[in-house]
């Protein structure tokens, strides 16, 4: 596996570096052993020749690590950017999931709040509150868009969940309505923030 471009730019301004370092280095040694006979112009041209070609090295090396630099900033941009795309996404796949969970949640009837007796109304009450719990943990999770899920439910989740919070005993559930709701955690947390959001209407006054 080849090692991204940005590793490689940098491995590149290291030995562009390093070299420079050698550079300088074989300029001393030389410097060192050169015979005493040498003239003193043909000593300064030497090493006028080493500082430059060492100075040339250092420079090249500098902007290869700059321009790297540069790339990774970029392609680490470029990454938050897919992250951020990608969290979208299966943001709408979340909400497109509880489709079938909205579509099937059913207001009892007058008629029905009075029969609570009946095993097929209890049956009814547990289903809504399973769909409404595992709609408000999609929600609490931020597994969806919550705006969206907000506006999509609008008052009639908030409307469905007094229904049942009111319901006195449900001989089918053993329980009542409110003591449901209990078990269900996630629920009266969106119900809070559906109410924030749509606040109930206030009583008709009679004159």
């Not at 596996?1 to 730019?9: D, F, I, N, V, Y």
């Not at 112009?41 to 430059?52: F, G, I, R, Y």
Request: hydrophobic residues 45%; glycine residues 8%.
């Amino acid at each position: 596996m080849h090692a991204p471009l940005t590793t490689r730019l940098r491995r590149i301004g290291l030995w562009i570096i390093f070299t420079a370092g050698i550079a300088g280095v074989v300029q001393v040694c030389a410097a060192d052993e050169k015979p005493a006979a040498t003239s003193p112009a043909a000593d300064s041209d030497s090493k006028t020749l080493w500082d430059s070609l060492t100075a040339i090295g250092t420079v090249l090396g500098a902007f290869v690590a700059i321009y790297a630099a540069a790339l990774s900033r970029k392609a680490s941009r470029e990454s938050e950017f897919a992250a951020k795309q990608a969290g979208a996404l299966l943001k709408k796949q979340g909400l497109a999931d509880l489709w079938s969970a909205f579509e099937s949640l059913l207001y009892l009837s007058e008629e029905q709040t009075h029969q609570l007796g009946d095993k097929a109304v209890g049956d009814i009450i547990h289903t809504n509150m399973l769909k409404m719990e595992k709609i408000a943990f999609f929600w609490e999770a931020n597994l969806v868009d919550r705006s969206v899920l907000e506006i999509e439910l609008g008052n009639g989740f908030a409307l469905l969940y007094e229904q049942i919070d009111g319901l006195g005993q449900i001989p089918a559930l053993g329980r009542t309505g409110r003591e449901l709701i209990s078990e269900n955690p996630y629920t009266p947390k969106l119900y809070q923030a559906l109410r924030r959001r749509f606040p109930a209407a206030a009583p008709a006054k009679h004159s």
